[in-house]
């Protein structure tokens, strides 16, 4: 993602506000409101209120004009504060959308009539690209579509979407042959296959998502929408026969009179869950917008609530756990060979090795021993490339044959020279083999001057970060093509909790169903083709950006960063979510309790005088108590947008101690809170003569 994109914008970005202010006032249309049950009756009670301070107005109704208008405006203002909230959690979003579109504006495509990079037809549109076409990108071209490449190399600068500044390299086949629209061609050529047609791109994803457009209510969002309408409804009923049964109570007792509509409309509006009604998409819509802003791309917001309750992760080890590429460790030498002979004759070996893996000796030797500066034209060395068949790589010197490649093959060459394997290489070999290593074999003329060790290179930081899943009680599982013997080693080094050696694409798959036939919530991060079937099986299942279409299509996050240990981040902000959306539910609920004191004396004590040992708050005069809990009512959502938006942080503690923090923090406040803020808001409206 671009940095623009990526980085955070202040939680209250003015021009965010003043389109929030006027998108509030267009979501109350009533198809708008309708898809939020609870607000749409405050707003149904609205529209009734203002009717009724009409009828106020023109000397009729049960109640003073004042009071029913004071009642209409605040129930108004309930349904903007709800509005608003929701309109600045979207607003954020289309900020990122907005910036996301100049991404792709003015992008022209090489189209190709075959695979072949001089078969150019013309310069076309990339809008004008369909599935299947053929383009050519060269350096400094901008990758007009998503794709695989078909042809060629190139270093590929991809931080307009991931925020990286690093190039990266991308190549035809293999597990890095994917490439995204928007990203820069930055050296040499590559000829790509078009993946998607015009608005399916994964750029066009990106936007639909941030702007909220292809978001649908998770599974918990809909139950927890079902509980709060269902106990809408049985206060709506409460509040719609108390009516007749006040007014039947006023004339057996001959005191007081019955409740005004304005009066039981208001003490509705207060008992019905209203803080989370309005709170509830906002705080959905934000837990996207943090995953957006740490880089991952959810296809679905289900996914987002579900990396809340993963308990079980399992990793791929290249790339993830360890750097990706065996690297040289330590030089071991036969008897009577020098460790800096040894370093030297394997440095020499591998000058002409291009793989990572030949590189690390070259580097090593020079670490170690500061070889280097070679005069390779004076010393007349002719190089000998690895190839796959002879599984070997070396140099030939005037006098010198030195070679070095995978024990099997240099056994062989120094047993047709008539010599033999000392044992004590044999050993190191083995030590490094039960150590999860690679062992490389060096020799000269057919002498064995020793081994070089190569090991995968588990990241820094590796361990303590499995440690903070597992303080979340999340089970660490790594995922390796390895023997069981080399998958042990490294899994002991990194620190997870078991390991799956020898891994196939069915082998995985097996294990995320054993997994969840247990009830576990699976996750899993891969890049490659293989990791297809287990992403797509997996409850959350985190494709790499760098790698193949196949994964990014078969999971349901892409991480923009290809950082697969940031599957902590998506963790932590699905809890985060999860616990947002508890806490403030807690709070809501609980708050109508203050409401029970505020309210009901005020509307009953009339007819029943008894009920007046309620008003714990000494309020003013009934008509206050009644605005002050409904005043209280509607300010307290904008209170509570930041917090909905910034989302309530995540503590690692067990379930236990959590719902008991929970009911303490918010179920605790939200009894506290309303008492202090009704009793201030009554005292202001004394103050100004309005009680």
């Known amino acids: 993602m671009s940095d623009d994109t990526k980085k955070t914008r202040p939680l209250f970005d003015a021009a965010i506000l003043r389109q929030a202010m006027a998108d509030s006032v267009k979501k109350l249309s009533p198809a708008s409101q309708a898809r939020n049950p609870v607000i749409f009756t405050v707003y149904v009670g609205a529209v009734m209120t203002t009717l009724w301070a009409v009828q106020a107005g023109m000397g009729q109704g049960d109640a003073p004009f004042g009071f029913v208008a004071s009642v209409s405006f605040w129930l108004w203002a309930t349904v903007l504060f709800a509005n608003f909230a929701e309109a600045v959690a979207e607003g954020r979003g289309k900020a990122q959308a907005a910036a ?28 004008t690209l ?40 991308r190549e035809a086949g293999g597990d890095r042959s994917a490439v995204t629209g928007g990203t820069r061609v930055l050296t040499d050529w590559l000829v790509i296959r078009v993946a998607a047609d015009p608005g399916e791109t994964f750029l066009d994803r990106m936007i639909s998502l941030v702007e909220g457009a292809s978001r649908r209510k998770t599974p918990n969002e809909i139950a927890l929408n079902i509980l709060l309408a269902a106990l809408t409804l049985v206060f709506l009923v409460v509040c719609v026969t108390l009516h007749p049964l006040s007014a039947f109570a006023a004339e057996a007792s001959g005191s007081g009179s019955a409740v005004s509509l304005a009066a039981l409309a208001a003490l509705f509006v207060c008992l019905a869950p209203t803080t989370i009604g309005g709170l509830l998409s906002a705080i959905g819509i934000a837990g996207m917008d943090r995953l957006i802003r740490a880089g991952v791309i959810a296809t679905s917001g289900r996914a987002v609530e579900a990396a809340g309750d993963v308990d079980v992760l399992l990793l791929d080890k290249t790339g993830t756990i360890t750097l990706g590429n065996r690297q040289a460790a330590a030089f071991l030498p036969a008897p009577g060979v020098g460790e800096r002979e040894l370093a030297d004759a394997a440095q020499l070996a591998s000058l002409a090795d291009d793989t990572p893996e030949g590189r690390s000796i070259v580097i090593l030797a020079k670490k170690r021993f500061d070889i280097r500066g070679r005069d390779l034209a004076g010393l007349g060395a002719s190089f000998v490339p690895f190839t796959a068949r002879t599984r070997l790589s070396g140099v030939n010197l005037p006098g010198r044959t030195i070679r070095k490649g995978a024990l099997d093959a240099v056994r062989l060459l120094i047993e047709q020279a008539g010599g033999g394997l000392p044992m004590e290489v044999d050993l190191a070999v083995r030590e490094i083999a039960r150590s999860g290593g690679t062992p490389l074999l060096v020799c000269e003329n057919g002498r064995a001057l020793g081994a070089v060790w190569l090991k995968d290179i588990v990241k820094g930081g590796i361990r303590e970060r499995f440690a903070e899943l597992r303080a979340m009680g999340i089970k660490t599982v790594m995922v390796t093509g390895d023997n069981a013997l080399t998958a042990a080693a490294i899994a002991a080094e990194a620190g997870v909790d078991d390991f799956l050696a020898e891994a196939t694409p069915e082998a995985k798959l097996d294990r995320i169903r054993r997994y969840q036939a247990e009830g576990r919530m699976v996750a899993m991060t891969g890049d490659g083709t293989n990791d297809a079937p287990a992403l797509a099986q997996a409850d959350v299942g985190v494709a790499m950006n760098s790698g193949t279409q196949a994964a990014k ?29 508890g806490s403030l539910t807690t709070f809501s609920i609980s708050n109508d309790i203050a409401k029970y004191f505020a309210i009901i004396p005020a509307v009953f004590a009339g007819i029943y005088p008894q009920l007046a040992v309620l008003d714990v708050m000494g309020l003013s005069t009934p008509r206050s108590a009644v605005l002050s809990a409904l005043i209280f009512n509607a300010l307290i959502i904008v209170v509570l947008i930041p917090l909905a938006l910034r989302g309530v942080r995540y503590v690692p503690l067990p379930a236990a101690t959590a719902l008991r923090r929970n009911l303490v923090i918010f179920g605790g406040g939200g009894m506290v809170v309303p008492f202090a803020g009704i009793k201030l808001i009554d005292m202001a409206l004394a103050a100004m003569g309005l009680a």
């Not at 504006?105 to 037809?121: E, F, I, N, P, Q």
């Not at 060269?138 to 307009?160: F, Q």
């Open 100 to 127: 996301l579109r100049g991404l792709r504006r003015g992008v022209t495509a090489k189209k190709l009539a075959s695979t072949s990079r001089d078969a150019l037809v013309a310069e076309v549109l990339a809008d």
């Open 130 to 169: 369909r599935r299947g076409d053929v383009v050519l990108a060269s350096a400094g071209d901008t990758i007009p579509c998503d794709g695989e490449i078909l042809e060629g190399i190139a270093s590929v600068d991809e931080s307009a979407i991931t925020g990286e500044s690093a190039p990266v390299i």
């Open 553 to 581: 299509e078969a999971g349901n996050m892409v991480d923009l960063d290809s950082n697969p240990t940031k599957l902590l981040e998506v963790v932590s902000i699905g809890k985060q979510l999860l616990m947002t959306r």
